[in-house]
């Protein structure tokens, strides 16, 4: 990154009704307009309206006094690509996908335009709104459910929270894990928080002293695969962050699998990605 990169904050409070957003962006930030428009495009421009602050990303909305309008511009963010996420199944209310490494699950002020819910609301046909109803790291890929409705987007909350979800994972890590059998139960708070893996060795390599395992998880504390499993001795192949620094490889971490039932039980939907991670 150049140091001389643009990294510009502002934030301006609405004087009178009707006034320009792009006007006041471009006096206060010293950008173009065109830029400002990549911009709100991107969800890098909010606006705050009483206690209720949200994205604004159309350059006609109209404004009124004692709005403020907030500006995170910074442009490595904005002129990143989004890496193409797979489309599984598109079920209407929601649909299910193959998120690649690289895209994110969440946006930050700065931007959003990186995010798969993102990408998904302005790609997918017909276009519809996308809720994120749980994430994956930036890091990790595999299947990933987007709701396209709010009451879908509560409905996998709730399941999420009932643990009504089976979701899978299969990781790749260095060292031979064959403790037993049955596979090993990881049993480590994370932050003063439960948080338990399953883990099961599916095969290994001895060239690369490498083991390919399945995990299941009973709790979705943050990394917790990836603390787990390193905090056992067995970091996942590609963690740089939790395993070996100069790893160059990709995260070996995906979501291979997902199941549920929608209003009852005999309307149970599985879906699974094949030898996607293999050794």
């Known amino acids: 990154m150049n140091n001389n990169t643009p990294k510009i904050e502002c934030h301006i409070t609405i004087e009178n009704d009707g006034i320009s957003a792009i006007d006041k962006l471009q006096q206060a930030s010293g950008l173009s307009k065109q830029k400002i428009k990549q911009a709100m495009q991107k969800g890098a421009v909010w606006f705050t309206r009483g206690k209720k602050t949200q ?10 006094q004692n709005d403020i309008l907030h500006c995170y511009y910074d442009e490595q963010v904005l002129s990143a690509v989004a890496p193409e996420p797979e489309l599984i199944a598109d079920e209407g209310d929601y649909s299910i996908w193959n998120k690649p490494y690289g895209l994110r699950s969440q946006g930050s002020k700065w931007g959003d335009h990186c995010t798969i819910n993102r990408w998904v609301e302005i790609n997918l046909k017909p276009q519809r709104p996308c809720f994120i109803v749980h994430r994956l790291d930036r890091a990790a890929s595999g299947l990933i459910i987007l709701a396209h409705t709010k009451a879908k987007a509560a409905y996998f909350s709730q399941l999420f929270r009932q643990r009504k979800i089976d979701k899978r994972y299969r990781a790749i890590v260095h060292g031979d894990f064959s403790v037993s059998e049955n596979g090993k139960t990881i049993r ?15 095969a290994y390599d001895a060239k690369n002293d490498q083991s390919l395992l399945e995990i299941k998880i009973d709790t979705g504390r943050k990394h917790q695969i990836r603390r787990h499993l390193s905090e056992s001795g067995f970091p996942i192949v590609g963690d740089r962050l939790y395993g070996i620094a ?9 979501s291979v699998f997902l199941a549920f039932s929608l209003n009852h039980e005999n309307d149970k939907k599985i879906y699974q990605l094949h030898d996607r991670l293999a050794i």
């Open 246 to 254: 100069d790893d160059l490889q990709d995260l070996r971490l995906q």
């Open 188 to 202: 480590r708070d994370i932050e003063g928080k439960k948080a338990v893996s399953h883990v099961k060795m599916l």
């Open 55 to 64: 994205r604004l990303r159309r350059v006609k909305k109209h404004l009124k």
